[in-house]
């Protein structure tokens, strides 16, 4: 069975750190461009950050330069996001993305973070 679970999500104060974790299972993870995305209240789909199979390329809009970084250890097939300097703005649910070569598409659960204004 496929699984994508997120986690590390809660409430942190506007300038603190959040390292989220995708935890991934059933599937050749590192065969697979992992993503995060968030979706903010009564907003769409944000894109946040992509990291390649073997880990060696990542791709991010300008938006998100600077404070976040992706990460993955395909040993232990889990991808990572540490989120730091962290702003109201940055309060969404943060789902992690999983697709590979021939458009297999996986999606976790999501996880929560909140950042009061």
């Known amino acids: 069975e496929v699984q994508l679970v997120e986690s590390g999500g809660g409430l942190v104060q506007p300038g603190g750190s959040l390292r989220l974790s995708c935890s991934a299972s059933g599937f050749t993870f590192e065969n697979y461009v992992m993503t995060w995305v968030r979706q903010a209240p009564g907003k769409g789909l944000e894109w946040v950050y992509t990291?390649?199979?073997?880990?060696?390329?990542?791709y991010y809009p300008d938006s998100m330069k600077g404070r976040f970084t992706v990460s993955r250890d395909n040993t232990k097939g889990t991808l990572f996001l540490q989120m730091n300097r962290l702003k109201p703005e940055d309060t969404a649910v943060y789902y992690c993305?999983?697709?590979?070569?021939?458009?297999?598409?996986?999606w976790g659960q999501g996880t929560q973070v909140t950042v009061p204004s």
């Open positions: 993305n999983a697709r590979n070569p021939v458009g297999l598409n996986f």
């Open positions: 990291i390649t199979g073997n880990g060696d390329y990542n």
